[in-house]
Nanobody, 120 residues
Framework: QVHLVESGGGLVQAGGSLRLSCAASGSIFSINVMAWYRQAPGNERELVAVITSGGSTNYADSVKGRFTISRDNAKNTVYLQMNSLKPEDTAVYYC??????????????WGQGTQVTVSS
């Protein structure tokens, strides 16, 4: 069982910044991919950013140059630094981690979601 706890969402004015955190705990042997997704009302969940265990990153075109994903492998934690926020960034943000448990089973776990609201 792998459990994710997210934090850092909130209300911010356009142009402002927020930093999201997501800590994984449980029977974790290794984590390969850590990612952030978001879902706005009426929209499908979309990938925002992803980082591999080796540090390679990829971003949605809509957030390139404004968002930065990073991870602390020792803490099994992934971060999303969001700068120059726009009203269209308003959504519930979810983290997702994929890896293997101590008994060798693969897992893909989701956080509970954290609301990010950007006012104009």
């Amino acid at each position: 069982q792998v459990h994710l706890v997210e934090s850092g969402g909130g209300l911010v004015q356009a142009g402002g910044s927020l930093r999201l955190s997501c800590a994984a705990s449980g029977s974790i042997f290794s984590i390969n991919v850590m990612a952030w997704y978001r879902q706005a009302p009426g929209n499908e969940r979309e990938l925002v950013a992803v980082i591999t265990s080796g540090g390679s990153t990829n971003y949605a075109d809509s957030v390139k140059g404004r968002f930065t994903i990073s991870r602390d492998n020792a803490k099994n934690t992934v971060y999303l630094q969001m700068n120059s926020l726009k009203p269209e960034d308003t959504a519930v943000y979810y983290c997702n981690t994929q890896g293997r448990t101590v008994v060798g089973a693969s897992f893909s776990s989701w956080g509970q979601g954290t609301q990010v609201t950007v006012s104009s």
